[in-house]
């Protein structure tokens, strides 16, 4: 059998997908960032009409054509609109894969005849794109190179055994060389591809070097080049049809036993652990109920996974019964092998994955906070509050900058100050409708206000922190603003 391959090329895939959410009239235009200007990444045909070109500077095409309308282009965007036509295209061919930025190339041996013919194949596939409003073009050749040349200089259909006679019209620029060999060959009088072919390969490679040879080669058939389709990602869900309806909270649970038991299994089998979890219940009057629950770390333990589901599923209206369950892992994330001892012993970490697991179900995982040390000298903004899940505990380690008061509150102003002298905090000090008298004192440790944030709490200027021993028992963090006379206190040591 002949191999045959199908060539795809979307020339304005990015303004195609970015136009159909959001339509727009006239010039059009996706924008890209290089160094420190804009260039044009994708146009439409009426940008085109008007003498624009891609790769033109952004600045150079406004004084073209002023009413060019533009738009940052999303790069992720584009790569997945491709993703999403390559499982489109799979019902042209079962070995499909993405070529370029903007290209499809798809091994069709075999399956022509099923449309009625390659002819009828690309008319088929090129009137299913035009009704999308996809500019798209098709070529079908006996090699990779050849259909890759045709499909971007009109496409069409070149018959087994005449590679040569289908494409030797093409320019070389076709054959995906650099544009200094297209130059360098069209300066010496070989522009097009038949000019190549009856020439010896050993001056060729010698003079443009053997890149050329070897895409001459290939759009020719003489080198093989394959088509590897890329493997689909695994699928985490796994599903039980039951003969008879069920509705007891023991009978879903103990079917829910099974499904993880072969979930676990799978994500055990691609080394990934699950972050959330859905169950769905269909009943019997074609109704369904989910439940969905979120995981602390990435697991698959399915005893420990089954005990966050019991409090869902006994709150699950059965109605008539239900007689389908089905369960997926929404969220991965890898999780690598580790080694286990015999015991049974509850790590520690294992211990809060699920308490985590347990409280955020029934709280919200974004109110469970975790305090982390932040990069600030400002007490204050010496910690932030982050989700626990999301985030990991730093272990502890040297202290990098002098002890803080566990206890941390707004300023509090203090009064009726007694034997103050110069550099040393009060002998005598009232706070809290309380008198206090200081024992020891240690300090002082002068913080200055981060000047690149406008805090309005310490626009008073810098301070002087004392820690306070008191004869009455606390241990208070004191400060004094030189340009600001008074004292205040700010928090509370242990």
């Not at 790769?55 to 940052?72: K, N, S, Y």
């Not at 009978?251 to 993880?260: C, K, N, P, S, T």
């Not at 009726?416 to 005598?428: E, H, K, L, S």
């Amino acid at each position: 059998m002949a191999r045959r391959l199908l060539s795809l090329w979307f020339p304005r895939l990015a303004s195609d997908t970015s136009r159909r959410r959001r339509p727009v009239e006239g010039a059009f235009a996706l924008v890209l960032r290089a160094g420190n200007a804009e260039h044009l990444h994708c146009l439409n045909r009426a940008a085109e009409a008007k003498g624009l070109r891609q790769g033109m500077p952004l600045a150079d095409a406004r004084a073209i054509c002023p009413e060019l309308a533009t738009r940052p282009a999303d790069l992720p965007a584009q790569k997945l609109a491709l993703e999403v036509l390559r499982r489109w295209a799979a019902r042209y061919s079962p070995m499909i894969a993405v070529d370029g930025v903007d290209g499809l190339v798809a091994d069709i041996s075999g399956v022509a005849h099923l449309f009625g013919g390659e002819p009828d194949l690309r008319a088929d596939l090129d009137a299913r794109l035009a009704r999308s409003d996809l500019s798209a073009a098709s070529a079908i050749a006996g090699s990779r190179g050849a259909a890759y040349a045709l499909v971007r200089h009109g496409g069409g259909v070149v018959p087994d055994g005449k590679l040569a006679q289908g494409i030797g019209h093409l320019p070389v620029s076709a054959l995906r060389i650099d544009h200094a060999t297209a130059d360098g060959l069209a300066r010496v009088g070989l522009p097009r591809i038949a000019d190549l072919i009856d020439l010896p390969r050993a001056p060729l490679a010698r003079r443009f070097g053997p890149g050329l040879v070897l895409r001459l080669d290939q759009a020719l058939g003489i080198q093989a080049e394959s088509v590897s389709a890329e493997s689909e990602p695994p699928h985490f869900g796994v599903r039980m049809t039951l003969p008879e309806p069920i509705g007891l909270q023991s009978d879903v649970m103990a079917g829910l036993a099974r499904l993880l038991d072969r979930l676990c299994s799978k994500l055990a089998l691609h080394h990934m652990g699950a972050r959330r979890v859905l169950l769905e219940l269909r009943r019997v009057d074609r109704g369904a109920v989910k439940v969905e629950i979120g995981l602390a770390r990435p697991m698959r333990d399915a005893s420990r996974i089954a005990a966050l589901f019991a409090k869902g599923v006994d709150e699950v209206d059965a109605g008539f019964g239900i007689d389908c369950l089905r369960l997926s892992a929404t969220l991965v994330e890898p999780m690598p092998p580790e080694q286990v001892g015999g015991g049974h012993t509850v790590k520690t970490e294992d211990a809060l994955a699920d308490l985590l697991s347990s409280v955020g179900n029934r709280l919200g995982f974004d109110r469970v906070l975790r305090m982390i040390p932040a990069d600030s000298q400002i007490p204050e903004k010496s910690f932030s509050l982050v989700p626990a899940i999301y985030s990991t505990a730093e272990p502890a380690g040297p202290r990098k900058v002098a002890a803080r008061p566990i206890i941390l509150f707004p300023p509090e102003f203090v009064s009726d100050v007694v034997g103050q002298r110069p550099g040393t905090p009060p002998a005598r000090f009232r706070w809290r409708r309380m008198w206090f008298t200081t024992l020891r004192a240690q300090g002082p440790e002068r913080i200055t206000p981060e000047w690149w944030f406008d805090d309005p709490t310490w626009r008073s200027g810098l301070r002087d922190y004392w820690r306070v021993e008191t004869q009455e028992g606390p241990r208070l963090w004191l400060f004094h603003t030189p340009q600001a006379p008074g004292w205040h206190v700010h928090g509370e040591f242990p």
